[in-house]
C-alpha cells in the first residue's frame, strides 16, 4: 500500500484481518442460469447445480432414470409391524438387562445360579422380594424342576441389599417387561393376519438355514415376494448393501466397504447368519468356517447374510424349496485341490506321497501311495489327514 494510504487501483487492499477485498471493478460477473450450454462443467463459474438440474430432468422425460423400489401397499403395512414388532423385541430386551443389572447392584447374584431370571421359578423369587420378603431359605424354596437341586447355592445367591427403591425399580422393570410382551403378542398376531396371502413364499423361506418363521416375516416384508423388480439376484445385494463397493482409481482398487442398505434387513440377515454358523453339516456353516479364520468373524458374518438375501431371491423368483448342498460341498467341488492340501501335510511329517488317480464309480476319488523317506522322525501318518483321506475315497497303502 502507498504511504500516502490510498489503495492502488485494480488490486486487491489487505486488511488488518487478513481478508481480501476485491475492487467492484475487477471482481467477476455473476454466473446466472442463462448462459448457454456450452460452457463446460469444469470451468470457473459454470452452472453446475443447474446443468445437474438440467441433466436429471431430461433424463428422467427420457426415461433414462431407474424408480425407487417401492413395494405395494400390503407389503408396506406388513413392513411397519415387522419392524416396530423388532423395535419392541430389542426393547425387551434392554430391560432385561436392566433387570439383572439391578439384581447385581443390589448384590443379588440371580443369575449366576438360575439359567433365566424370567423362567418361572426366578419371576416368582423376584416378585416375592418386590412385595418385602427378604429371607433366602424361603425365596429357595420357590424352585422348581431341575432348580430344586440347586437349592444351597440360591441361597448363597440370594443374600443381598435389596432396598426399597430396587424394589420400586424391579416393580416397573416387571410391569414393562409384561407390557412388551403383550404388546409383541399382539402385533404377531396382526403379522399373521397380513402376511396369510403370501403363506406359500413364507414356507419357501422358512426352509433355507438359520432362517425361522420370523425372519422369514421380516425378508418378504422388506425385500416384497415380486423378484421381478431386481434384474439379478446381484441387484437385490448390492440394493441391500449386502455386497462389497468397487473403489478403483488409475488402476488401483483401493479399500471397498459395502454401501448403506436398508437398517431392518441388514438387521435380520446379521441374526439369519449369525444362527447359520453355528450349524452342523450345512453349506452356510462350512462356508462361515471357511471364511472366520481368513477375513474375520464380521466379514464372513456378512457373506453369509449375502449367500441368504441370494438364496431367497432363488427361492422366490422359482418357486421351489432350499436345498442345502452340504458341508462338504467345498471339498467335493474341487477334490484333485484337496487332496494335493493333505498330501502336503502328510509331507510334512516326513512321508512321501504319490497321487494317483482311480477309476471309482464317481471318478472323483484318488489314490495315495505313502512311502516313509530317510528324514521320517515320526511312527504314523497324520490321524486326522488320514480320516480326510478315507472321506474323500483315497486309499492308504502303507509305508
Known sequence: MPKNGSARPNSPVQCRLHATIVPADVRRPATTPQEPDSVSVGSPGA??????????????????????????KPIRELRNLTRYRKAQIDE???????LDKVLQDTGVKLSSVATDIQGNPARAMLEALVEGERDPEVLSEMALGRMRNKVPQLQEALVGRFGEHHALILRTILAKIDFLDTAICDISSEINKVIAPFGAELALLDTITGVNRRTAEA?????????????????????????????????????????????????????????????????????????????GYGKANKAVGHSILVTASHI??????????????????????????????????????????TAARHSQHTRLILGATPRAAVARPNQRGLHELSDQGCTYLGQ
Open 47 to 72: 452452472p453446475r447445480r443447474s446443468l445437474e438440474r438440467r441433466s436429471v430432468s431430461s433424463s428422467l422425460v427420457l426415461g433414462l432414470v431407474r424408480p425407487s423400489f417401492v413395494p405395494p
Open 219 to 295: 425378508l418378504i416384508a422388506e425385500i416384497g415376494v415380486d423378484m421381478s423388480r431386481f434384474p439379478t439376484s446381484g441387484h437385490l445385494a448390492s440394493w441391500a448393501g449386502m455386497c462389497p463397493g468397487n473403489n478403483e482409481s488409475a488402476h488401483k482398487r483401493k479399500s471397498g466397504g459395502c454401501r448403506k442398505g436398508p437398517k431392518w434387513l441388514g438387521v435380520h440377515l446379521a441374526e439369519a447368519a449369525s444362527v447359520t454358523g453355528r450349524s452342523k453339516d450345512t453349506y452356510l456353516g462350512a462356508q462361515q468356517q471357511r471364511l472366520s479364520g481368513r477375513i
Open 92 to 98: 425387551r430386551s434392554r430391560e432385561a438387562q436392566r
Open 316 to 357: 422366490l423368483s422359482n418357486d421351489v424349496p432350499h436345498e442345502d448342498l452340504g458341508s462338504d460341498w467345498f471339498v467335493k467341488r474341487r477334490p484333485e485341490a484337496h487332496a494335493r492340501r493333505l498330501a502336503k501335510q502328510i509331507e510334512a511329517l516326513g512321508y512321501s506321497v504319490e497321487i494317483t488317480p
